[in-house]
């Protein structure tokens, strides 16, 4: 009985401990630099992980230094943080993509089963663009894809690309034939619409929006199931016809590893929920042709559980080649 009894306070003396610990370390957290890696090295998503991590910085009074990792469709960088210790000072800024890559690859990287949603920085729909007075709406467009099946095209920035699937989706859900022809970049997906190579490019807002605001290209729908505020006058799929469309398009996250103290995450959330009520940090994202939503991580992770649903269902059970086809 003596013994049961001393191992028992010995467990309770150690497990207080460790929980005491844990307190300890997430009160004075941070007490050191903080890293951030990305897979980006410029633009719009290296844009927004800097403006947060800038602002961390600030209100921390520590130093958040930002590194990029490219490669492998941000799977370099994911894995380069899953390599860390799990304490908060190496978190992972990354993009919609690594859902997709979940879905189509088993041994990419997990975004529910190895990191922690902190919060989803900022988003951008999917726009579907066209060169000015091609057809001047995206009704049009569905009924010339209609009229003439397999030889109406679409841009996207590569296969297995969120815009690669959306077009598959808008195929699946509208009953037409338009035909995948991947680009390497967002600049040369836009430039082989103004050369009429092809006829639509599925693209964010922020690289199509000063093409849009320029006139020189129309942008026909957005993938968001609401009107962007930054772009209010073109109309969603859904209006246009498409049914069945979830709420899709580029975003932007930020996850901590798998055990990671979630007093810690709970920190670092709260944070950047007052970086997202600054009002000049949303004009500066407003800028760009993006949006700040809600930036809790149990939002972060409905939007990633829905999306693997999406995508699931897409490429499993309406059997999509995510080839060039």
Same mark, same amino acid.
């Given at each position: ?29 941070? %007490? ?54 799990? %304490? ?21 990287? %997990? ?215």
């Amino acid at each position: 009985m003596n013994y049961l009894m001393n191992r028992i306070l010995k467990f309770s003396l150690v497990t207080g401990l460790a929980i005491a610990h844990a307190v300890v370390s997430a009160q004075g957290y941070p %007490d050191k630099a903080i890293k951030v890696t990305m897979p980006w090295l410029d633009g719009f998503p290296a844009n927004s992980t800097r403006l947060f991590s800038e602002k961390l910085a600030q209100l921390y009074k520590r130093p958040v230094v930002v590194d990029v990792k490219s490669g492998a469709g941000g799977e370099v960088a994911a894995r380069q943080v899953l390599q860390a210790h799990p %304490d908060g000072y190496s978190l992972l800024s990354t993009g919609s993509s690594i859902t997709i890559r979940s879905v189509t690859d088993a041994s990419s990287v %997990d975004p529910e089963r190895e990191f922690v949603p902190i919060a989803q920085l900022v988003t951008t729909p999917y726009v579907i663009v066209a060169k000015r007075g091609k057809f001047g709406s995206f009704k049009n467009f569905l009924a010339a894809a209609k009229a003439n099946p397999g030889k109406i095209n679409f841009a996207s920035a590569g296969v297995g690309t969120g815009m690669h699937y959306l077009g598959e989706l808008i195929n699946a859900n509208s009953g037409v034939r338009i035909v995948h022809v991947p680009y390497a970049s967002g600049s040369r997906q836009l430039q082989a619409v103004l050369s009429d190579d092809v006829h639509v490019a599925i693209i964010s807002l922020v690289t199509a929006l000063p093409y849009i605001k320029s006139d020189t290209m129309e942008a026909l729908a957005v993938s968001s199931p609401k009107r962007s505020k930054v772009a209010p006058h073109v109309p969603t799929l859904l209006e246009s016809g498409v049914e069945g469309v979830p709420d899709i398009g580029a975003w932007i996250a930020m996850f901590a590893p798998r055990g990671t103290d979630p007093a810690v995450v709970q920190n670092l959330s709260e944070k950047i929920m007052a970086i997202a009520s600054d009002p000049a940090v949303a004009e500066t994202v407003a800028s760009w042709g993006a949006e700040i939503p809600d930036v809790s991580p149990a939002h972060l992770s409905e939007v990633i559980q829905a999306e693997r649903k999406t995508w699931t269902q897409l490429i499993k059970e309406k059997h999509l080649v995510t080839g060039n086809k």
